[in-house]
């Protein structure tokens, strides 16, 4: 595998014998299958899968140089790779039990199966993330102000970042939201973990807006607006090396 983190993902996966969904590509026939890791097998660097099952009333096995899309989740995150259908084989499930599988080509790196440009993480729950940021409303370059001073400074929000990649965050925010809308550009200042000495600074632009779970809480899906300076870079490598150290906990 090209990244020690995905490799572990993917290997955790496989031994625990987690539900897979293939596609199949390259054809104009869309055909979905579901199946589950078996095994890996190193000396070929391949995976061995159970025989997969078709999705539908009509479709066709998968035979030997099919190319396909795998799709599976493990630890909450969803992952996907490209691959190649090797052929069919007997795998030994027990002493006494052979079944048939399929031996399928090990892919050099996983992709975010979110569909997203970056791969995200969520934040601890014990040690919340907590983010203060102004809000410019959408089209505008003045910021809002607290309605009971207007000549104060600009009304400061507060939230939690619940999940984070190096494209954006997701903010939970518990009071009422309505000054805020989609469009909506916002500067952010947070400390991704308590003991760091200085706050990140960061602009974005709110993307989508959803509910709590059964609560008056809203969801803030925020994408970070890119800048030719060097703060900003700061705080995406920063941010990066949060996300890759927060996989490193999850997979402990």
């Known amino acids: 595998m090209a990244h020690e983190i ?3 993902f993917l290997l955790r996966a496989i031994e625990e014998n987690e539900n897979i969904t293939i596609s199949l590509t390259g054809t104009k026939k869309q055909m979905t299958y579901t199946s589950r890791f078996f095994d890996l097998d190193r000396s070929d660097r391949s995976i061995i899968i159970d025989l997969p099952t078709g999705v ?3 479709f066709e096995p998968l035979v030997k140089g099919d190319e396909i899309n ?15 259908v090797l052929g069919k084989v007997k795998y030994r ?4 039990t052979k079944v048939p599988a399929y031996k399928i080509k090990l892919p050099t790196k996983l992709l975010d199966g979110e569909r997203r440009n970056y791969f995200r993480v ?3 729950h014990d040690k919340a993330v907590i983010v203060k940021f102004i809000v410019y409303p959408k089209g505008g370059e003045q910021v809002i102000i607290d309605e009971d001073h207007p000549e104060s400074i600009p009304k400061v929000f507060e ?8 494209g954006g965050v997701a903010i939970k925010v518990d009071e009422n939201m309505e000054e805020i809308k989609v469009g909506d550009k916002i500067d952010m200042r ?4 308590k003991e760091d000495f200085d706050e990140l600074e960061i602009s974005g632009v709110i993307r989508n807006e959803r509910t709590y779970y059964n609560t008056e809480s809203k969801i803030f ?24 150290e927060r996989q490193r906990e999850l997979l402990t």
């Open 122 to 124: 969520p934040t601890p």
């Open 6 to 8: 995905d490799s572990k």
């Open 190 to 193: 947070f400390r991704l973990r």
């Open 93 to 96: 499930l027990n002493e006494s």
């Open 70 to 84: 795998v799709y599976f989740q493990y630890s909450g995150f969803r992952f996907y790779f490209h691959s190649k």
């Open 159 to 166: 939230g939690t970042i619940l999940d984070i990649s190096a």
């Open 56 to 58: 539908g009333e009509t």
């Open 221 to 244: 899906g925020v994408e970070f607006l890119p800048e030719r300076s060097v703060e900003f870079k700061r705080a995406i490598n920063k941010i990066s090396r949060y996300v890759i």
